[in-house]
């Protein structure tokens, strides 16, 4: 059994906690039983040993697995991974909706994309990067009740994303406790109408409003601090035709959504400007999750 799972773009600036999207850039794991347990790494986190020894990937599967079967088994698990870790690509929501639905999936146990998505919750409180990797496309969540609410909206294949990827990790955990307590009336009523914007354009197509709509004033600006190359990365990929460019997740990594025909020029000269960045350009993936026998 194969499974399958896109990289994430969260908030994409103003919609802290809420917006997010899926990128074609996968962690997939092959699963076979086994007589002893073995793991196997390929690329991304190959080099550390953590991965192998404990996986929170192995941790929630054998969680799940054994809530399902009321049996513990040995499996030899393959992974190859292109989602970096720490990075805001989403490395932590792409293994546990990974687990949990090939824990699922090799128990031959049917698994709704909403009821994966809810599980998925109790290991990652905020909805914006696990809506995308279980459904791909452009995803608005909210949480009430335990339960994500969420909507979304299939990308087109002449959009584009740039991505960024510093040579130092931001670790999420550090990047919330960055932010400040409390907001300003005005920050909060800039930041929940450029989010409405910014939803409002990705629905009706309105790629020519991402510019304006993707402005945040309550998060980016307190993480990118921590790495201040990313302001010029950002206005470096503006500068060169991005449609938007913002702090991937809670960073490090800086994603920009262009046309495709302008993406070769604007990592060209990301490249150019930032040769100890890795930068890849990448189409959106709208699946979300996938599970082959
Ligand atoms: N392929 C993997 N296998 C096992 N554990 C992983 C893997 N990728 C990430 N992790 C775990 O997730 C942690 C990274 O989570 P973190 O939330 O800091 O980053 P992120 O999910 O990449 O960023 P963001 O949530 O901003 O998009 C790693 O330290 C590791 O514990
Ligand atoms: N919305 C989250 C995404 C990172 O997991 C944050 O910015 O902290």
């Given at each position: 059994m194969r499974i399958s799972v896109p990289a994430t773009s969260a908030n994409?600036?103003?919609?802290?906690?809420s917006l997010g999207l899926a990128i074609s850039l996968y962690n997939q794991v092959v699963i076979r039983p086994s007589k002893f347990h073995s793991v196997s790494l390929r690329g991304e986190?190959?080099?550390?040993p953590m991965l192998k020894d404990n996986n929170m990937f192995i941790a929630i599967f054998n969680d799940f697995y054994f809530n399902l079967a009321k049996k513990k088994r040995n499996f030899r698990f393959e992974f190859t991974n292109e989602v970096p870790l720490s990075?805001?690509?989403g490395s932590s929501s792409a293994v546990i909706v990974s687990a949990i639905a090939s824990a699922y999936a090799i128990e031959g146990v049917k698994l709704e994309k909403e009821k994966l998505l809810n599980l998925a919750l109790a290991y990652e409180n905020h909805p914006d990067n696990i809506t995308p990797a279980v459904m791909g496309g452009f995803n608005v969540a909210s949480v009430q009740d335990n339960e994500v609410k969420s909507i979304r909206k299939e990308l087109p294949r002449f959009l584009k994303a740039v991505v960024v990827i510093p040579n130092r990790p931001i670790s999420t955990q550090l990047a919330r406790k960055a932010l400040p307590f409390k907001y300003s009336k005005e920050d909060t009523i800039f930041n929940i109408a450029h989010s409405s914007l910014l939803t409002a354009a990705f629905m009706t197509e309105n790629w020519e409003m991402l510019k304006t709509a993707?402005?945040?004033?309550?998060?980016q600006k307190y993480r990118m601090k921590q790495m201040p190359e990313l302001f010029d990365v950002q206005k470096t990929a503006l500068n060169n035709g991005a449609l938007m460019s913002t702090l991937s997740g809670s960073g490090s990594t800086l994603f920009s959504l262009c046309y495709k025909e302008d993406s070769q020029r604007i990592e060209s000269s990301l490249k150019k400007r930032f040769p100890h960045f890795r930068v890849l350009t990448r189409n959106f993936d709208n699946s979300g999750v996938r599970i082959e026998d």
């Amino acid at each position: 059994m194969r499974i399958s799972v896109p990289a994430t773009s969260a908030n994409l600036g103003p919609g802290f906690d809420s917006l997010g999207l899926a990128i074609s850039l996968y962690n997939q794991v092959v699963i076979r039983p086994s007589k002893f347990h073995s793991v196997s790494l390929r690329g991304e986190g190959s080099n550390n040993p953590m991965l192998k020894d404990n996986n929170m990937f192995i941790a929630i599967f054998n969680d799940f697995y054994f809530n399902l079967a009321k049996k513990k088994r040995n499996f030899r698990f393959e992974f190859t991974n292109e989602v970096p870790l720490s990075r805001g690509l989403g490395s932590s929501s792409a293994v546990i909706v990974s687990a949990i639905a090939s824990a699922y999936a090799i128990e031959g146990v049917k698994l709704e994309k909403e009821k994966l998505l809810n599980l998925a919750l109790a290991y990652e409180n905020h909805p914006d990067n696990i809506t995308p990797a279980v459904m791909g496309g452009f995803n608005v969540a909210s949480v009430q009740d335990n339960e994500v609410k969420s909507i979304r909206k299939e990308l087109p294949r002449f959009l584009k994303a740039v991505v960024v990827i510093p040579n130092r990790p931001i670790s999420t955990q550090l990047a919330r406790k960055a932010l400040p307590f409390k907001y300003s009336k005005e920050d909060t009523i800039f930041n929940i109408a450029h989010s409405s914007l910014l939803t409002a354009a990705f629905m009706t197509e309105n790629w020519e409003m991402l510019k304006t709509a993707s402005k945040d004033i309550v998060h980016q600006k307190y993480r990118m601090k921590q790495m201040p190359e990313l302001f010029d990365v950002q206005k470096t990929a503006l500068n060169n035709g991005a449609l938007m460019s913002t702090l991937s997740g809670s960073g490090s990594t800086l994603f920009s959504l262009c046309y495709k025909e302008d993406s070769q020029r604007i990592e060209s000269s990301l490249k150019k400007r930032f040769p100890h960045f890795r930068v890849l350009t990448r189409n959106f993936d709208n699946s979300g999750v996938r599970i082959e026998d």
